[in-house]
């Protein structure tokens, strides 16, 4: 069965404790809004959340009386240790999860989110044989990350996109090496900037990477739900 046929739709979230506020908006909110048919496959990567905590936000999410399943899984975070601090180390590991988890497609969502509109209109579009799917809402020359990018020698009219939310195609991201090609020497690019927010890919990732309408950064947005290639 194809990812797009499956009504499991598969979501990993990267956390900490420091975190777990916005972990449960996040997840509730999501199931809240997610198509009746469907269902989430919740994985929780954590270095430091425990199963008490997975209880409380189980106990959240009943609330929905949706279908969903919870999994946590221990993260290690000593292959990140030489890159910058972040409040921590748990935003890089998101680089690895499509190398751990088994399913062929994945959402990848940060933990402070206020999800409005249904996962399942992300989860079922054309990836159109990428490795990443994302949002960009501009270009990195209006962005606030504007002169970090440019010391990188990155193109200003390149799409800025949402690192918190990413649709990955874990066999093309495995065949592509996109963990791999990920630049510790440039101070992690992807979460490395001084706005902890959207992010642009490493240059040679460009060729891996969908970009996806405005409507999943803003719902409501009076766009089509279609992708460009970049």
């Given at each position: 069965?194809?990812?797009?046929?499956?009504?499991?739709?598969?979501?990993?979230?990267?956390?900490?404790?420091?975190?777990?506020?916005?972990?449960?908006?996040?997840?509730?909110?999501a199931l809240?809004?997610?198509?009746?048919?469907?269902?989430?496959?919740?994985?929780?990567?954590?270095?430091?959340?425990?199963?008490?905590?997975?209880?409380?936000?189980?106990?959240?999410?009943?609330?929905?009386?949706?279908?969903?399943?919870?999994?946590?899984?221990?993260?290690?975070?000593?292959?990140?240790?030489?890159?910058?601090?972040?409040?921590?180390?748990?935003?890089?590991?998101?680089?690895i999860?499509?190398?751990?988890?088994?399913?062929?497609?994945?959402?990848?969502?940060?933990?402070?989110?206020?999800?409005?509109?249904?996962?399942?209109?992300l989860?079922?579009?054309?990836?159109?044989?990428?490795?990443?799917?994302?949002?960009?809402?501009?270009?990195?020359?209006?962005?606030?990350?504007?002169?970090?990018?440019?010391?990188?020698?990155?193109?200003?009219?390149?799409?800025?996109?949402?690192?918190?939310?990413?649709?990955?195609?874990?066999?093309?991201?495995?065949?592509?090496?996109?963990?791999?090609?990920?630049?510790?020497?440039?101070?992690?690019?992807?979460?490395?900037?001084?706005?902890?927010?959207?992010?642009?890919?490493?240059?040679?990732?460009?060729?891996?990477?969908?970009?996806?309408?405005?409507?999943?950064?803003?719902?409501?947005v009076?766009?089509?739900?279609?992708?460009?290639?970049?």
């Open positions: 069965m194809s990812a797009v046929d499956d009504r499991h739709i598969s979501v990993a979230l990267c956390v900490d404790r420091n975190v777990l506020p916005g972990l449960h908006v996040t997840l509730f909110t809240t809004h997610l198509d009746a048919t469907r269902a989430l496959d919740i994985h929780l990567f954590s270095d430091s959340v425990g199963p008490h905590d997975c209880e409380r936000v189980t106990e959240t999410l009943k609330r929905t009386n949706r279908p969903f399943r919870l999994q946590l899984r221990p993260a290690d975070t000593s292959t990140f240790r030489n890159l910058p601090w972040q409040g921590g180390w748990m935003t890089y590991v998101r680089l999860v499509p190398g751990v988890l088994s399913k062929s497609r994945l959402l990848y969502l940060d933990a402070d989110l206020l999800v409005l509109t249904d996962l399942s209109a989860w079922d579009l054309d990836m159109q044989g990428r490795a990443v799917g994302a949002v960009s809402y501009t270009t990195i020359r209006l962005s606030n990350d504007r002169r970090f990018f440019e010391t990188l020698g990155y193109d200003l009219d390149a799409p800025y996109l949402n690192a918190g939310v990413l649709l990955i195609d874990r066999e093309k991201w495995i065949q592509s090496a996109v963990a791999e090609k990920m630049p510790a020497d440039r101070g992690a690019v992807w979460q490395g900037s001084p706005n902890h927010g959207p992010k642009y890919p490493e240059p040679r990732l460009v060729s891996q990477l969908c970009v996806y309408t405005q409507a999943f950064q803003y719902p409501g009076s766009e089509s739900a279609s992708t460009r290639r970049v």
